[in-house]
């Protein structure tokens, strides 16, 4: 009962008083209080963006989330429309975020084909690797190493440099040729 008081009491207070209010004291009933007010038109701008009664309920508890964090460290001299741009942009990032995430329904028959066709994909690749590891013997000593690390163990140039003992354009000089050398290769064996 005295909640209830104290949020009565407080309809008579304005907003800017009730926004310092909780800036200075963190009180959660201040921010609630001011929330409350315009929670009927927060709920009905969620609607119209998110046209689902639902998501527009979970919004507005969430954007009452995102208040507590953002009003400490913003400046804020009219709580009602930056209430309204801080919900629209709630929103829109809600919808956004929906958009990237597209579920497609597979039918079986594009997923696995009955002729085991998508085998030979794998066998030719078996098939390329087996001539690369011929191509890549056929490199010079300080080119295999760099490529290696390069490829292999995903170092950066600087960190081969650091390993080998090379200078960085040495590195990056051997790298550039391997790749030459390796694509005139397998070129040669077919691939």
Not at 35 to 41: A, P
Not at 99 to 108: G, S
Request: aromatic fraction near 10%; hydrophobic fraction near 35%; glycine fraction near 2%.
């Amino acid at each position: 009962m005295a909640k209830l008081f104290k949020i009565q009491a407080a309809a008579d207070v304005s907003d800017e008083k009730l926004l310092e209010d909780f800036k200075a004291t963190g009180d959660q009933e201040t921010l609630a209080t001011l929330y409350l007010r315009y929670s009927e038109l927060l709920y009905g701008t969620c609607l119209k963006y998110l046209e689902d009664a639902e998501d527009a309920k979970d919004a507005v508890m969430n954007i009452y989330q995102e208040l507590l964090r953002k009003l400490p460290v913003h400046e804020v001299s009219n709580f009602k429309s930056w209430l309204y741009v801080v919900a629209k942009n709630y929103c829109l990032m809600q919808l956004r975020a929906a958009r990237k995430n597209i579920t497609v329904n597979l039918e079986r028959t594009n997923v696995q084909s009955d002729d085991y066709s998508h085998l030979d994909n794998v066998l030719n690749k078996e098939e390329e690797f087996k001539r690369l590891e011929k191509c890549l013997e056929t490199l010079s000593g300080d080119q295999k190493k760099s490529i290696a690390l390069f490829y292999y163990q995903n170092k950066c140039y600087n960190e081969i440099a650091e390993e080998t003992g090379l200078q960085w354009n040495k590195v990056r000089s051997l790298i550039q040729n391997a790749r030459r050398n390796l694509k005139i290769c397998m070129e040669k064996n077919g691939v």
